[in-house]
């Protein structure tokens, strides 16, 4: 257990839906991190907020909506998704978004299928 | 851009053996390093953290070293055991944002 949980863990669904990720992280950390991770890939950074502000958006797809309402809960909003954006999610946490000693904390992810 | 690299993309060695697993990263300005450990279908669980001003690490069984100038780092992992088998990504944090940039892995694999 890190201290960064994700629900749900699994998620099918259709490409008309609209569904909503959830993290929340409970380390009194001040930055929160979208990951996405799929086969045979690195890990690719979609989304990052400190203080509850968006501080970088990486030419993500309008499809994929985030929101942070405070310092310890972030969500990724899914609606019209393509079946290539099946993958796993992952969640991460830091003390701060800024590069010096920060260590970061994963969440165990959502395995998202899009059928 | 930073580019992390992580070869071999996976390794079997038998139980007991001493094991170095490789990271190489193009920029050198980074601010530190982590290794993490990712069983099939979880998320990611960070093993050692490296300052940039660090050379090394060690935790039980493991010890991370760090060379900035040349680029790279390893992993040292003592008396492997088949509970060790997992993939293990390497990632550096640079730029303003503290982005962590990964490698793709390396998947071991410990036979009893």
């Known amino acids: 257990e890190t201290g960064v949980t994700q629900t749900p863990r699994h998620l099918v669904m259709g490409m008309t839906n609209k569904k909503s990720l959830k993290c929340e992280q409970h380390l009194g950390h001040n930055a929160m991190y979208w990951y996405k991770q799929s086969a045979k890939k690195p890990l690719e950074l979609m989304f990052v907020?400190?203080?509850?502000?968006?501080?970088e958006n990486n030419s993500v797809p309008s499809r994929f909506s985030p929101e942070c309402p405070n310092s310890s809960h972030l969500f990724l909003h899914l609606h019209t998704l393509q079946p290539e954006d099946s993958a796993l999610y992952l969640c991460?946490?830091?003390?701060?978004?800024?590069?010096?000693?920060?260590?970061?904390?994963f969440g165990q992810g959502t395995r998202l299928t899009v059928v | 851009k930073q580019e992390v690299t992580q070869i071999p993309a996976a390794l079997s060695v038998p139980e007991g053996e001493n094991l170095v697993l490789n990271c190489s990263f193009t920029?050198?300005?980074?601010?530190?390093l982590q290794w993490f450990r990712q069983d099939p279908g979880k998320g990611l669980t960070s093993l050692l953290l490296?300052?940039?001003?660090?050379r090394e690490q060690t935790s039980g069984r493991l010890n991370a070293s760090l060379d900035k100038s040349s680029g790279r780092s390893t992993l040292y992992i003592a008396a492997s055991q088949p509970g060790d088998s997992a993939t293990y990504l390497c990632a550096v944090r640079t730029g303003a944002n503290s982005k962590l940039t990964f490698g793709k892995g390396i998947t071991l694999s410990v036979r009893p």
């Open positions: 907020y400190s203080l509850e502000e968006r501080v």
């Open positions: 991460a946490s830091s003390q701060d978004s800024t590069g010096w000693g920060t260590e970061a904390f």
């Open positions: 490296i300052q940039s001003s660090q």
């Open positions: 920029d050198s300005a980074i601010y530190n």
